[in-house]
């Protein structure tokens, strides 16, 4: 395996001693998910959500499956195109565009674009015309670990105005979907974003959607609680739409993300410092907020930790990153225990930490570099290489 193009020529070979923190991506555990995914969903079109982890050997492994892609942004695109994705599978999931947005995606190839808002709905009839559009509902994201909250999606009353704005302005008015909420761990979400999206349909009658989008937000282990598999989602969707199959069967779709790469990946960390304040046990660890644990804010997500070789008693912590910034603490309310006897140097392991890390981490706060992807290829023959 080469360094894909698009990485930084530099990138080392990987040696005994890689650098902490880093994330162990599992390309054989992606191909996994995809394939169950596939399983649970038969005939459902899969657009990977590209922002969960873009990673170029990801991406490869999933053009290779078949996979369709969503994304979002011109540097999205380009990381699909480098990884072989036909322009047809590609679908411009976020309805919030710039002109140079539409035109690079255009000019590329792209003719599938969601949107929510008359502004957008003109912006695309002008600089995409004839693209296939569809509708974006806002739909109850209750049940989510990080809810979209209001931030997109049209009333059904809008969504069947869009439509028809849409189609008068040459665009072909195409589909309605959703997004309710990543982590979702209630699959009567999706029935109920599937009644709403058949409102609309009944709604426009004769130019009713003849695609539906399903959005993202299928589940993946953490801690905190049970999450319900890709199958009981499934279940879920399958009913739904078999209930309003008699008089509407639009040709689904849908937009995984971190439930094809979540559990691919574990993070690795390392001790920095044990200390106590006011009572409580803070472990300060090389990893936070900023090398990509963004998912930690307000503890939306409580990863599954492992200590390898310390396998003692163990307390209550608050779990802090080690940057200057007061914000970089990643656990101080939920109830996370480490052995007492840990200490600085011994390796914290974050599982399920394959999605939203990588493509989270910041740049260079405090000095310190973004998280680095170490791929585990499939073959175990095959050397790793360490990219950023
Ligand atoms: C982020 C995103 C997804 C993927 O969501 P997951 O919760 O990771 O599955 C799908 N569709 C759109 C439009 C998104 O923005």
Known sequence: ????????????????????????????????????MRNALPGIELCYAVKANPHPAVLALLVAEGASFDLASIGELDLCLLAGARPAGLSWGNPVKKITDVRAARAAGVTRFTTDAPADVALLAREAP???????????????????AGKFGASEDEAVALLGQARAAGLDAAGVGFHVGSQQRDPQAWVRAIDAAARVAACLGEHAPRELNLGGG????????????????????????????????????????RALVADAGVLRAEVVLVAERAGRRWVYLDVGRYQGLAETEGEMIVYRLRTPGRGGEAGPVVLAGPTCDGDDVLYRHADVRLPLDLAPGDVVEFLGAGAY????????FNGLPPLPTHVRPETPEEGGIDLH
């Open 357 to 364: 890390t990588s493509s989270y981490a910041s740049v260079g």
């Open 130 to 148: 004839g693209a296939v559009v569809g509708v974006r509902l806002a739909v109850g994201d209750d049940g989510a670990a990080t809810p979209f």
């Open 1 to 36: 395996m080469g360094v894909e193009p698009g990485i930084r020529a530099d990138a080392r070979p990987v040696t005994a001693d890689r650098p902490s923190p880093h994330l162990d991506l599992d390309l054989a555990a992606v191909r996994h998910a995809y394939r169950t």
């Open 218 to 257: 299928f589940p993946t282990p953490h801690a905190g609680g049970p999450t319900p598999d890709v199958d009981a989602c499934a279940a879920a969707i399958r009913d739904a739409l078999a209930r309003h199959a008699a008089w509407w069967r639009p040709r689904p779709f849908a937009e995984p993300g």
